[in-house]
T-cell receptor, first 116, second 115 residues
Framework: DTGVSQNPRHKITKRGQNVTFRCDPISEHNRLYWYRQTLGQGPEFLTYFQNEAQLEKSRLLSDRFSAERPKGSFSTLEIQRTEQGDSAMYLC??????????????FGQGTRLTVV | DQQVKQNSPSLSVQEGRISILNCDYTNSMFDYFLWYKKYPAEGPTFLISISSIKDKNEDGRFTVFLNKSAKHLSLHIVPSQPGDSAVYFCAASGRSGGGADGLTFGKGTHLIIQP
């Protein structure tokens, strides 16, 4: 299967701990996005990369959050000093660029984070 | 403030009939619209999209209509099938959307197809 892959699928952590999630995009996609989804809401944009460059960050991305895509392939999202409000599904998506217009983004299955 | 609104949290339709899911947006900078389908414990799956230069796009049983003046789009599924039961998200993209090229999503509509 050559879809978007996210690991782990589930993560339970104690408040105050750091967590890191990984996303492997579709190989020929140079754009990679992170979204967060909480219960009853649609996915909310966090940040996106074009190749290894992080081009935009949402104001939702507090300074406890950091994302990297060091070689323009896989990406990691780290949350430091987790809080209960960080509990959510973290979704990764990738896409091809189409000029300056977004083409359809393909999503991974997500990582469900529970902070206890 | 929600820029993409799906005002019906749920919709129940009989198998074989037409399902119509609605979406409204407020940001006139949006120029590309997408529908995603999501099953529980899975990520959203792309369904169909439409550019703002069109008013209709059709793909098999799925048709998306865009009314720019009303800032409204709808997804029609006909005939509806049991496998269509899922949460449907409307999403929009544009320079003032979720990031320069990110998507702004609505809250979703849970479609239930009854036999």
């Amino acid at each position: 299967d050559t879809g978007v892959s996210q690991n782990p699928r589930h993560k339970i952590t104690k408040r105050g701990q750091n967590v890191t999630f990984r996303c492997d995009p579709i190989s020929e996609h140079n754009r990679l996005y992170w979204y967060r989804q909480t219960l009853g809401q649609g996915p909310e944009f966090l940040t996106y990369f074009q190749n290894e460059a992080q081009l935009e960050k949402s104001r939702l991305l507090s300074d406890r959050f950091s994302a990297e895509r060091p070689k323009g392939s896989f990406s990691t999202l780290e949350i430091q000093r987790t809080e209960q409000g960080d509990s959510a599904m973290y979704l990764c998506a990738s896409s091809l660029p189409l000029g300056r217009r977004n083409t359809e983004a393909f999503f991974g299955q997500g990582t469900r984070l529970t902070v206890v | 403030d929600q820029q993409v609104k799906q005002n019906s949290p749920s919709l129940s339709v009989q198998e074989g009939r037409i399902s119509i899911l609605n979406c409204d947006y407020t940001n006139s900078m949006f120029d590309y619209f997408l529908w995603y389908k999501k099953y529980p414990a899975e990520g959203p799956t792309f369904l169909i999209s439409i550019s703002s230069i069109k008013d209709k796009n059709e793909d098999g049983r799925f048709t998306v209509f865009l009314n720019k003046s009303a800032k409204h789009l709808s997804l029609h599924i006909v005939p509806s099938q049991p496998g269509d039961s899922a949460v449907y998200f409307c999403a929009a993209s544009g320079r003032s959307g979720g990031g320069a090229d990110g998507l702004t999503f609505g809250k979703g509509t849970h479609l239930i197809i009854q036999p």
